[in-house]
């Protein structure tokens, strides 16, 4: 079974500053994917970045990055140069191909100050 | 690419009715589609899983005579709240997986749909 952990029950940010949106995970599967989704008031569910477990890289997607940390079983989402607009509950999620289906954590208030 | 429809965006109906939610890809085909159910502050929870011409796949402890998915078409998936009460009141929203995505795994979502049982 998959397992994912948001323990930051909310985060605040100033404009123009960098945030560390923490996620760790647990799982027994050798191969899986992580995600990150933004979901503002509105509700629509965004995808922003993924990374394969067996991704030597760190993805990055504009001012999105995952801070990938195999050993501890973490994928923190790191956004730079906030904007207001960034202001939303961020979900962070695990796929595996064992049963196909997206493990989302309880999810992480943002909240952008000017 | 890779937009999802849902349709309607907010329904209120009376206790008893039922409700029809459609979900569609626009641009894209897609055999599976997902269904989730979210509360105010909470997390996403997976309902069922839609598959394309075969009977849709439920979670533990979903209802199948109450949540009626039906995935007629590769474009097309409704979920019908059937004899709606007011603790069905919640956020619907739908996903689908799309190959025109880097990551065949990621599923895009459509903008959800609010439903109100008075």
């Known amino acids: 079974a998959q397992k994912i952990t948001q323990t930051q029950p909310g985060m605040f940010v100033q404009e123009k500053e960098a945030v560390t949106l923490d996620c760790t995970y647990d799982?027994?599967?050798?191969?899986?994917?992580l995600f990150w989704y933004k979901q503002p008031s509105s509700g629509e569910m965004i995808f922003l970045i993924y990374?394969?477990?067996?991704?030597?890289q760190n993805a990055t997607e504009g001012r999105y990055s995952l801070n990938f940390q195999k050993a501890r079983k973490s994928a923190n989402l790191v956004i730079s140069a906030s904007q207001l607009g960034d202001s939303a509950m961020y979900f962070c999620?695990?796929?595996?191909?064992?049963?196909?289906?997206?493990?989302f954590g309880k999810g992480i208030t943002l909240s952008v100050r000017p | 690419g890779a937009v999802v429809s849902q349709h309607p965006s907010w329904v209120i109906c009376k206790s008893g009715t039922s409700v029809k939610i459609e979900c569609r890809s626009l641009?894209?085909?897609?055999?599976?589609m997902f269904w989730y159910r979210q509360f105010p502050k909470q997390s996403l929870m997976l309902m069922a899983t839609?598959?394309?011409?075969?009977?849709?796949?439920?979670e533990q402890g979903v209802e199948k005579d109450k949540f009626l998915i039906n995935h007629a078409s590769l474009t097309l998936s409704t979920l019908t709240v059937t004899s709606a009460h007011p603790e069905d009141s919640s956020f619907y929203i739908c996903?689908?997986?799309?190959?025109?995505?880097?990551?065949?795994?990621?599923?895009?979502f459509g903008p959800g749909t609010r439903l109100l049982v008075l």
């Open positions: 996903s689908a997986n799309s190959d025109r995505g880097r990551h065949q795994e990621t599923q895009y």
């Open positions: 799982t027994s599967d050798q191969s899986y994917g």
């Open positions: 990374q394969g477990s067996y991704d030597e």
């Open positions: 999620a695990t796929y595996t191909g064992a049963n196909s289906k997206l493990t």
């Open positions: 641009d894209f085909q897609a055999t599976t």
């Open positions: 839609s598959n394309e011409g075969s009977k849709a796949t439920y």
